[in-house]
């Protein structure tokens, strides 16, 4: 089995205990404030680090390019309340434009 | 059957499913195939942490920094299911199938009928939880055949459109500064540490970050 085979079973494995267990164990045993404090900022943080490294990193090194343009004009659209397609979509061909010049 | 509640189901299923062209063309771009970009809709189901997936191990992480940081966000999946399950009280299968849809979607629509009662926070778990799982899956379908039909990733922006898709998806949880102060430093630690630790790594080493600023109460 390669990595690729790997990661999306083993992801879908573990997404679906996830789930289960919340809907198996009783309510008393996981309402500790700060585990529910610090389950809503894990997201926050792994997004966040993924659209930077995502954005200014190509294998391990950082690369400034056309990407950094088009997310930029990603935060733009969404600073501007614009719905998610649209700033996705923008972002793609800010730097789809900036790449083929 | 509750008409409001099945009118906002509806409508939040197809905007929520419509991101799945998102999911499915980055999926590809990473180098997943289209049987494989498809079993992550269908089993994983759970829009950022596939999104974690393929953006990590597409960056050339390996599997398992991959599944950490996947699962890492598939944990408030757990905590929806806790809120859900005294509502829904199902058992057997059918408790299968519900935690299979337990989502922030259909969890948040469901709270969203509080006023209305039980049966239509129910109506709207699972309206909203099928729709989103029939539109996301038909929508990943087509993103990840679109993509495969574009070729070059870069020609067509979608080296911009995966990190862009990352930052709608975490846009509508910086609610304060104490948020985007966090997502700020969240950025830069994974950047710094790019070059230094191998691939994927830097990501799942921010939820430290997150530990430590929720370790205190604030006020």
Redesign the interface.
Known sequence: MNSLWLGVLGTSLIAFMLKFLGHSIPEKYLTNPRMLRINTLIPIALLSALVGVQTITEKGRWVIDQRLAGVAVALIALSLKAPYFVVVISAAVTSAVLYRL | MFRATATQSLSVSF?VG??GT?FGAASIAA???IL?TC??SL????G??????V???G??G??LS??A??????????????????I?K?RGVK??I???V?IDESTGVAIGQENLGLDAMKQGFWLTGFGVYIFWNFFTLLGALGAQAMGNP??????????????????P??TGKF?RV???T??????AL??II??GL??????L???A???K?RR
């Open positions: 905007t419509l991101y998102a180098g997943f195939s494989q079993l992550l089993l994983t189901f759970s950022a942490s596939q999104f974690a997936i953006g990590v191990m960056a050339g390996n599997a991959g599944i940081t996947a699962s890492l966000l598939g944990i408030r999946n757990g905590l929806y299911g806790l809120r859900m399950a005294p829904l199902v408790r299968v519900a935690a299979q337990t870069s020609a067509w922006g979608l080296d911009a459109a995966v990190p862009a898709a990352f930052l709608g998806l975490v846009w949880r910086l948020e966090l997502a700020a969240a950025v830069i630690l994974a950047i790019s070059p191998s691939a830097p990501i799942i080493a921010t939820a970050l997150a530990v600023f929720g370790w109460e």
